[in-house]
């Protein structure tokens, strides 16, 4: 009887034994589950592989867009501002009506700058008769003929004197009929002559009187055309400076507005000497750099869809800041851009063949020093130092430090530590990620 009770009571203590250890291994394992939900996750991080290709050198310039043809619009003749056509700010066309004028006193003048000249014209026309001259003519050519005839007698009558066959008295009155008729002969071609000069000065003088009665009307004419003002060109109006209804163009040429053409737009920049001989040849001064496609890169870091061309160089260089003027020219359809923004120009002056590129954003600098943070194989962080070079768009051409293929972080980097681990995401993965939340 007592070796059956010993066995159930050993059974008993090994049940037991057995389910105290069960009951300890399961909680060391929540211990051990808690402890690893207790570490925080590798934090994630934006990586880029750094490339090896060929990439254009580029030279920059800071510039300012500058219109191709600006005319201030004035008043040239005194009236009253009758009417504004336009809209402030807006695009206006060759030839389009942009203000007029009060006419009416310059249609009056007109009127009566025809009248005078009609008048001027019925004068000359009367001058031109020269009814005085053929009258004078008339009575010359009479006088003339009685010294004919008296001319006639004396030939006739002095060989019948010199034979008697005639008194001498009949001779002496032939000769003073000669005379007498050749004074008045004389007489009668002064007077001609007179009356010519006189005629000829005054049908001048006509003239002069039609030619200036002419010339008002011409002025006259001019001033009413001065009264509706045009626009000179297709481009961009600026603000209205003078209201309707004000007196304008009193002593002054009153500016009333000022317009713009800005297509094709002009960017003034300086060169450095250093970049002037990248951009030109010695066979030809200047030449080269009109094979140059030119960027322009405006404020908020976008780029002009249309490229430019180099138009002006300078000639000489300023010996104050050692640069030359040079000038660009874009197109700019729809006038988008302004006169007098400030922009980058960029232009391409080399390549350089298998040159290693990091992105601008993943470079850090202190003190001097440029850093990059790199992600190897167990997605480590490691900091390294690296020399750079000339910039490429939005990278930067490195010169050591780095190794095709490598990653670099772009974005992220406050969270990232030397030597602890991160998890890495592709900068084109996350801008996807991105795109697609912001579309939901």
């Excluded at 300086?270 to 322009?296: P, Y």
């Excluded at 050591?400 to 490598?406: I, K, S």
């Amino acid at each position: 009887m007592n070796i059956p009770l010993n066995r159930n009571h050993f059974i008993l203590a090994l049940l037991l034994i057995s389910c105290s250890a069960l009951l300890s291994l399961t909680g060391c394992s929540k211990k051990a589950q808690e402890a690893a939900a207790a570490q925080p996750p590798p934090p994630t991080v934006i990586v880029m592989s750094v490339d090896k290709k060929t990439v254009p050198i580029y030279a920059e310039f800071v510039g300012q867009t500058r219109a191709d043809e600006t005319v201030e619009l004035r008043a040239r003749v005194e009236g009253i501002l009758q009417k504004v056509y336009f809209h402030e700010g807006n695009p206006v066309k060759k030839g389009q009506l942009l203000f007029t004028i009060d006419k009416r006193p310059f249609e009056a003048a007109l009127q009566s700058a025809k009248a005078a000249t009609s008048k001027a014209v019925a004068d000359l026309a009367q001058a031109q008769q020269r009814a005085d001259v053929i009258q004078a003519q008339a009575e010359l050519a009479d006088a003339q003929a009685v010294l004919t005839r008296a001319n006639q007698d004396v030939s006739r009558l002095t060989p019948l004197a010199k034979e008697k066959a005639v008194t001498e008295q009949d001779l002496d009155a032939a000769i003073a009929a000669q005379k007498s008729a050749k004074a008045t002969v004389d007489a009668k071609q002064a007077n001609l002559t007179n009356l010519e000069a006189a005629v000829k000065y005054t049908i001048e003088r006509a003239q002069a009187e039609v030619s200036a009665a002419k010339a008002k009307v011409t002025q006259a004419e001019l001033d009413l055309s001065y009264c509706d003002i045009y626009s000179p060109l297709t481009g961009i109006i600026g603000f209205l400076q003078v209201d309707e209804g004000n007196l304008v163009g009193r002593g002054e040429a009153t500016l009333l507005a000022t317009v713009s053409a800005s297509d094709p737009l002009l960017v003034d920049f300086n060169v450095s000497e250093i970049d002037f001989l990248k951009l030109t040849s010695r066979e030809g001064a200047g030449q080269r750099a009109s094979s140059f496609s030119f960027d322009l890169l405006l404020s908020d870091e976008t780029k002009h869809p249309y490229s430019g061309t180099f138009k002006v160089l300078d000639r000489t260089v300023d010996p104050q800041t050692g640069t030359l003027k040079a000038e660009a020219v874009f197109p700019n359809p729809g006038s988008h851009l302004r006169p007098g923004q400030f922009a980058r120009v960029r232009v391409a002056v080399a390549e350089q063949k298998d040159a290693i590129l990091v992105p601008q954003r993943a470079v850090q600098e202190l003190q001097g020093a440029k850093t990059v943070m790199v992600v190897d194989a167990q997605n480590k962080v490691q900091v390294r130092s690296v020399r750079l070079g000339d910039k490429s768009e939005s990278s930067y051409i490195v010169l050591e430090g780095l190794n095709a293929g490598d990653r670099v972080i772009v974005e992220g980097m406050q969270k990232a530590r030397p030597g602890s681990e991160v998890k890495p995401s592709n900068a084109a993965v996350a801008s996807d990620n991105s795109a697609k939340k912001e579309g939901q």
